[in-house]
């Protein structure tokens, strides 16, 4: 999210980004190593680390909005949450940022110890953050009454003031051009229906999950909870999902809290032996429903060098432009499940072949 020359200009002549750096510099000279997470309230992935970091209790900073601009020229892809790391490299995508965290800190890993739990995991967790993340851009422009009010706010978020004529002129142009991008992203009045469908889905399995239990893998969360909760985080803002978050899934409503701040649990991993939760199976089926059949269409298209592809998933249409990312996403969930020994595949095959998603990781 980028705010315009102008209120940067204003912002820089009130003092507000040097102060920041100020604050930000200072904290980095103590002996603690400080990260900085530069994101904003509106990003499903800034929301996802951020609450990752939170209940790892690895040092950080929180810097959103104007001050968080020039960590985005430090990276090759400029989309946020840009990290800037203690020594002062700057990294972003929020599922590579994990995994290079697991490896720099042991303490209160978000990865599953046995690797068949940590397959789904990953798995859940890139469904959360390739398809469940139209849910978030469908509910939030597609209804002009949330266009109107997240644009507004997430000018507001950008700016921390700077007048408000400012900043409702920066709310339409930023409208404008997320409304502009939505067939890009599948998320389209026609294709709606689908995405609807699929969030009930997985919200239903998350209700009744959530008065028994907060977590899939135990009493402590894996990177699977951070992946849904990023994406439902906006859900639980925007006006009209939240409404219906409030009417229909009051606990997962609630259960979005609960994730947001974790520093206090402690907790355990279930045992290797213990069976999957039935909300596992429930997000499976989605997986090997509609997304598995979305990733496979998607890179038959650009091995074809089409630009569209479309799909049938729960009786519904889908269609939208390709996407080269969403192929690595593909290689690197077949890669992980080839690493797997014969132990974790005999526990996931069955219950992968079961919700469909088995034959797409073998090809």
């Known amino acids: 999210m980028m705010v315009s020359n102008v209120v ?3 912002l820089e002549a009130k003092g507000i980004k040097s102060m920041a750096q100020l604050t930000r510099d200072k904290m980095k000279q103590g002996t603690t190593p400080m990260y900085t997470i530069n994101g904003a309230l509106g990003s499903p992935y800034s929301m996802k680390i951020r609450a990752l970091m939170r209940y790892r209790r690895i040092p950080h900073l929180w810097v959103h909005g104007p001050d968080s601009r020039e960590a985005l020229t430090k990276v090759r892809a400029p989309v946020i949450p840009v990290m800037e790391y203690p020594d002062g490299n700057f990294h972003n995508d929020s599922t590579p940022l994990i995994y290079d965290l697991e490896a720099r800190h042991a303490e209160r890993s978000v990865v599953p110890p046995d690797p068949a739990c940590a397959f789904i995991a990953h798995l859940i967790e890139d469904f959360a953050d390739e398809w469940v993340t139209k849910a978030m851009f469908g509910y939030r422009w597609l209804e002009e009454v949330d266009q109107i009010q997240m644009s507004r706010w997430l000018a507001f978020d950008a700016m921390k003031g700077g007048g408000l004529q400012q900043s409702q002129g920066f709310a339409e142009q930023f409208r404008a051009r997320q409304v502009g991008r939505m067939a890009i992203v599948g998320c389209t009045q026609e294709n709606f229906p689908l995405i609807e469908a699929s969030t009930h889905a997985l919200l239903d399995a998350l209700e009744a999950h959530v008065v028994d239990r907060h977590f899939l893998f135990g009493t402590r969360p894996s990177l699977a909870e951070f992946g849904m909760y990023g994406q439902l985080s906006q859900l639980g803002v925007d006006p009209t999902a939240q409404a219906m978050m409030r009417k229909n899934y009051p606990y997962s409503y609630r259960w979005l809290l609960h994730i947001d701040d974790m520093s206090g649990i402690e907790g355990e991993w279930d045992a290797a032996d213990a069976p999957f939760a039935p909300i596992i199976t429930a997000w499976l089926k989605q997986v090997g429903e509609i997304y598995m059949p979305f990733l496979l269409a998607n890179a038959a298209a650009i091995e074809a060098g089409k630009e569209t592809f479309s799909i049938t998933a729960m009786g519904l249409p889908y269609t939208q432009g390709v996407f080269k990312y969403q ?37």
Do not use: H, N, T, W
């Not at 069955?350 to 073998?362: I, K, V």
């Open 8 to 10: 940067i200009a204003g």
């Open 327 to 363: 192929v690595k996403c593909l290689a690197d969930l077949r890669a992980r499940y080839a690493a797997l020994d014969s132990a974790a595949r005999a526990k996931v095959d069955p219950l992968l072949a079961e919700a469909g998603c088995l034959d797409a990781l073998l090809r």
